[in-house]
Each structure stands twice: as structure tokens, then as C-alpha cells.
């Protein structure tokens, strides 16, 4: 059973960074796609950035790609996702989600992905 659980997220000032975390607990999104998704308010759930499960190839929305890294920890059974010179339009709630077991396409859309965290909430004031 997959069992994410994402952590890191915080309030704070525009410019300054922050590491966000998901842990599997289930241990089976070792070989899944994962990703990033966050949602404002009011807004849809929008693709972050993306890894495959074995080659480490990445995908990234235009709005992170420059500011974000995605990374993976398979032993680790963790996803991380960097940030850095956050802006206050990144204030969201991030979530990290998986697709079933083998999967090779790092989908955009969120209705790809069948399991997902509760999500953790990024703050960023200008």
C-alpha cells in the first residue's frame, strides 16, 4: 500500500528556499513515476515537475524549471523536491503523487497520478 507523506513546507520570505520531502511508507514507489503538483486557492492542481522511477529523467513546468529540483532517494524510499528564490506566486499547497508501479511517462495531469500525500503548505511572503 502507498503511503505518502510529504514534509518540509513553511512560511517564508521571498528569495529564501526550502527542501520538501515525501516519504513512502508503503515502500512501493520505488518504481513509479513521481511528482510535484501544488494548488493555490481557488486555482487547479498544477504539474510541478516529475522523475522516473529508474533513469532519473525529470520533467518540469516552466514556472520551476531554473528554480526547482526534483530528486529521488529509492534506498530511502523518499522524493525531494528543492526550492530556491521562492517567489510569493509559489505560495500553495504542494503534493507529491505517484503512479502505478513501471510506469515510463511523466505525466502533467493530475488525473495520471492515483496516489498522492496530504500535502504541505508553502508560504511565500513578498
Known amino acids: 500500500q502507498v503511503q505518502l507523506v510529504e514534509s518540509g513546507g513553511g512560511l517564508v520570505q521571498a528569495g529564501a528556499s526550502l527542501r520538501l520531502s515525501c516519504a513512502d511508507s508503503?515502500?512501493?514507489?520505488?518504481?513509479?513515476?513521481m511528482a510535484w503538483f501544488r494548488q493555490a486557492p481557488g486555482q487547479e492542481r498544477d504539474f510541478v515537475a516529475g522523475?522516473?522511477?529508474?533513469?532519473?529523467?525529470?520533467r518540469y513546468a516552466a514556472s520551476a524549471l531554473g528554480r526547482f529540483t526534483i530528486s529521488r532517494d529509492n534506498a530511502e524510499n523518499t522524493l525531494y523536491l528543492q526550492m530556491i528564490s521562492l517567489k510569493p506566486e509559489d505560495t500553495a499547497v504542494y503534493y507529491c503523487a505517484a503512479d502505478s508501479p513501471y510506469g515510463a511517462i511523466i505525466y502533467d495531469s493530475y488525473k495520471e497520478y492515483p496516489y498522492w500525500g496530504q500535502g504541505t503548505q508553502v508560504t511565500v511572503s513578498s
Open positions: 522523475i522516473t522511477w529508474s533513469s532519473g529523467r525529470t
Open positions: 508503503g515502500r512501493t514507489f520505488s518504481k513509479a513515476v
